[in-house]
């Protein structure tokens, strides 16, 4: 059932991460992240409206889980400044760092194995990060592609959120977390909103794109749902690995669907981080 669950999580996320690039062009991030996080915390309250007391019990669950909103809120914000700004073909795979980030804290802090094939995969995908972020392999001066840096600090933190998700999930419960946190990050960007004077084009927004709010709001806290559950049942590395693989379905459909162009390196650099990706997905523990 974990492992299914992981791949809901894929596809959701593959579905819900080419919707996104599109919704923070028109929408912006803050609204963006607003919207999707409110349909969150609306959906998820009546799973855990009963359970909203015990988080404030001495067992260091609401510092766990204010740590994981603070996580994911820079992590989002750059996850979807890089996706406003630059290709998503180039900017998904680099989010594969993510993988290696989770699956090297599960590691060190819960002891969760990482074998011998595990690590080589790692390093493939590295590799291919490397070879997709740039223009122009064969020069001294590599440009970088627009939004990289965010991507790599949005993977990065990414990967300790998927970390202390993991954590939180065990220690609270998937739904809960998934509220929470929801609900922290649609509190953040509404007061940023009316700081900056801009909470009315919620309502603008809301009227003339309803059908990619809803979309959004749906693939994105579906996938986190299942992400969640998924590691009651198998480890946080292999959950988040399989998981993370959708980079393959979103790529794809900024290439065929975008038509954004690459250089011959970099599709070859995006093959390895996908197949890496894939291939760390089915490994598990020696």
Known sequence: ????????????????????????????????????????????????????????????????????????????????????????????????????????????????????????LILMIIFGIIMVSTKHAAELNIKIEKGVFYAILAAILMGSVDFLFGIGSRETSPFLVNWFISAFLAIFSLCYLILTSRSNELIQCWKKEKKLIFGIGFFDNLAWIAFAYSMLSVPIAIATSISQSYLAIVASLGIILNKERLRKHQYIGLAVTILGAIALAYITEE
Do not use: C
Not at 95 to 109: G, R, T
């Open 1 to 120: 059932m974990g492992i299914i669950l992981a791949f809901i999580a894929l596809v959701s996320w593959g579905m819900g991460d080419f919707l996104i690039q599109k919704s923070t062009r028109v929408l912006g991030n803050y609204i963006a992240l607003f919207y999707i996080s409110a349909i969150g915390s609306v959906v998820f309250l009546p799973f855990v409206y009963r359970d909203i007391p015990s988080l404030f019990l001495p067992d260091h669950s609401f510092l766990l889980l204010m740590l994981t909103s603070l996580a994911i809120l820079f992590a989002s914000l750059l996850g979807l400044q890089a996706l406003k700004v630059g290709k998503i073909s180039i900017i998904e795979p680099i989010f594969a760092l993510e993988i290696p980030m989770a699956a090297l804290l599960a590691a060190f802090v819960i002891g969760e194995s990482i074998s011998l094939r595990q690590a080589l």
